[in-house]
């Protein structure tokens, strides 16, 4: 198969030049740049790092001019190798070379060339070194003992504490390798007892999102064991003792039930509404107070010249009454006095009905 971005000339025969590079008459894939790969030689971009004057005509050659540099290995620091660019100067026919140096992590002049040196030494003019004083040297030993000692104490310190946290690393490995169809087996059985609470809860909340219509987006908040049992709690003491003294830090919870205000005894019933309704009906301008039915038996009180008089069967007003109907009111087309002194409006006629 062709691969992709190469060119393959017509006339090229894989049966007698097994690569591209032999039937263009390369020796390398790098073309002339190897030429002399067997010697250890490759040619390189190179540039300069610093600025230098050329040795054979004298010039100055600034630093970032590049060069086809012959790159090769000409020793070792340690294992680090050495390499040598030997260049050849662009305004003479002079070679110059410049090797790395590994030992202070620079490149230096070799031959050919010198370097222009533009590092400025205080102590060769005259001047002081400056140095951090404050900074510790490795070579040099503390000037204070104890500070020796206290070092060695830190350092004994920091590995007993390092073999410690290793020692304990390892424990917990073993601990955990050492059988794993038991610990395996142990996850499993633990997540199967929370998947089962789980499943229940959700369950449980997509029933009330059910019944009361809610958004099956929402998210039911779970309380903390403590604070839901306090609730059930108060709530169980609330239903069993209706009306009695709970103890708890609200006023409200504290009242009893027969001492608070706004009462289902201190609510009119609805007898005595609707009376007071039939009343306003007939004449809105009456002032008429009703006692309630269940607490007293006392008779309806009625203010002077308030309540229309005279009334007939279809609910029409015949005239106004505005003598005091206390005593005994007339009532016509049969609406009668009651035997225990109440009207008979106020007693049993409401409002929109006629009267037998």
Known sequence: MQGLNRYIPPDYDPRKTSTLNKHQGKKHALGVRAKDIDKGILVVRFELPFNIWCGTCNAHIGAGVRYNARKQKVGNYFSTPVYGFRCK???CDGWFEIRTDPKNAAYVVHEGARKKDEDWDPEENGGFAVHDTEAPSASE???DPFAGVEKTIDQQ??????????TELTKSSDRINSDPYRISSALRRKFREEKK????RQLKDDGIKEKYG?????????????DGEKDRKIWEIIRENRGASIPSGSSSMSTPRNQRK?????TPSLVEVLRKNTGKKYDPFAEVSFSSSSTSGTPVKLSPGGILGSIKGKGKIKGNVLDDLSPKPKVEDGLAETNNGSTGLAGGLLAGYGSD
Do not use: F, M, Y
């Open 89 to 91: 100067c662009h305004l």
């Open 141 to 143: 030993p503390p000037a």
């Open 157 to 166: 310190t920091w590995a007993k504490r390092g073999t410690s946290r290793l």
């Open 197 to 200: 609470v789980l499943l229940e």
């Open 214 to 226: 809610l958004n099956e987006d929402l998210i039911h908040l779970q309380d903390g064991n403590e």
């Open 262 to 266: 706004g009462r289902a005894s201190d």
